[in-house]
């Protein structure tokens, strides 16, 4: 029998510029010192390579390779330069020595975006600091208007936003959709950075997902933001609604934010207002079964003989549902009628025997007997 023979492929040469970038993601001075020469791309490019991958000896050889004008002209195909690379990964020594051979620190991408806004978005104070000494402009919009403190809210990075605020930058600065750093930082559910924002005398309007300030606050359960949009501006908002028809008070009974609800209850919210589907703030809370919202919304006087549009369903049916059987015992107290059918004809106790919430069921049968 003849021997089984393998073959076995020699695996591909890779070309100098691939090499070399090998060698110099792995930080190997002397390999990028031997290849170097050998290259026929543009230096420019392996400095894209360094920057990005945090080599700062690297950086430091190719530098002096390229000379100032490859250094501040080389950008990859998005526009960014080897400072913004620097910028984006927080490599404070890279940006450092980029800047001291004459990098431009307001150099854009294509998408308007200069090193400072990389910064913010990555949320590298200390980036921050070092472009906005070295010149770097504040004000700088993308092509969708978002300033480098809007990114830095959007993001959450309260310390970012400090900065700006500490270096002059307009805090009411909006994007091309009117989307302010406050808005921002509060629909993306960011406390402190709403709270910092605010604190630096941050306009409270406009709208962001068809939402106030007050919504998203409400939304979030921000008591803190909420008590200072409360004390301004805010309050002659309170019931406004949002795309769906909604108030800040029913956001948040809905999510059982409990010091929320109090707070919007105290500064005189509706407690009837409905949205689109007819679902008031008790009849949300009761849905989900947040007791202590519910208890809030019925001391305040909320009605319990309300129906929700798609059902007809009251607030005892939700909280039968729910099998909250805190909450429907205390709507029973308050006089629901366990007798009213919904759009089947079912009672509350009737779903809550059908999706055996046997707990609700007992508050059911102890309120019979």
């Not at 950008?75 to 004459?102: E, F």
């Not at 978005?121 to 070295?134: C, E, P, T, V, Y």
């Not at 009213?340 to 069921?361: I, K, P, Q, W, Y």
């Amino acid at each position: 029998m003849s021997a089984i023979r393998i073959r076995v492929s020699e695996p591909e040469e890779l070309d100098i510029s691939e090499l070399l970038a090998v060698a110099i993601r792995a930080g190997n001075v002397p390999r990028v010192l031997d290849l170097l020469p050998q290259q026929t791309t543009p230096v420019g490019f392996s400095l894209l390579e360094a920057a990005c991958c945090g080599q700062r000896d690297v950086l430091e050889l190719l530098i002096d390779a390229a000379g100032v004008m490859p250094l501040t002209s080389t950008a990859d195909a998005l526009g960014r330069t080897p400072l913004h690379l620097a910028a984006a990964n927080g490599d404070y020594g890279a940006a450092q020595l980029l800047i001291a051979r004459g990098a431009d620190v307001n150099a854009h991408t294509v998408d308007n975006v200069t090193a400072v806004g990389y910064a913010a978005a990555s949320g590298h104070r200390g980036l921050i600091q070092l472009l906005l000494d070295a010149g770097g402009d504040a004000g700088t919009r993308s092509v969708d208007g978002a300033t480098p403190m809007l990114m830095a809210a959007e993001a959450g990075h309260c310390h970012c936003v400090e900065v700006f605020v500490q270096k002059g930058a307009d805090v009411n600065a909006a994007d091309a959709s009117g989307t302010t750093p406050l808005l921002a930082a509060l629909a993306g559910g960011h406390r402190r950075t709403a709270e910092a924002l605010l604190n630096a005398g941050s306009s409270t309007g406009g709208r962001v997902g068809g939402r106030t300030a007050l919504h998203w606050a409400a939304y979030h359960g921000m008591a803190g933001v909420l008590r200072q949009l409360l004390a301004g501006a805010g309050a002659a908002d309170i019931d406004a609604e949002d795309a769906a028809g909604e108030t800040a008070l029913l956001l948040a009974a809905r999510r059982g934010h409990h010091t929320a609800v109090e707070l919007l209850l105290q500064h005189g919210a509706s407690t009837e207002k409905a949205n689109r589907g007819g679902v008031t703030p008790l009849i949300a809370s009761s849905l989900f079964g947040h007791d202590s919202a519910v208890a809030a919304l019925l001391a305040r006087g909320a009605a319990i003989a309300v129906f929700d549009s798609t059902h007809r369903r009251t607030p005892l049916h939700w909280a039968a549902l729910a099998d909250a059987a805190e909450s429907a015992r205390m709507l029973l107290e308050r006089g629901a009628d366990g007798g009213v059918t919904d759009a089947r004809g079912a009672t509350a106790m009737d779903l809550a025997v059908e999706h055996d919430c046997s707990t609700v069921v007992q508050v059911f049968i102890s309120f019979s007997s």
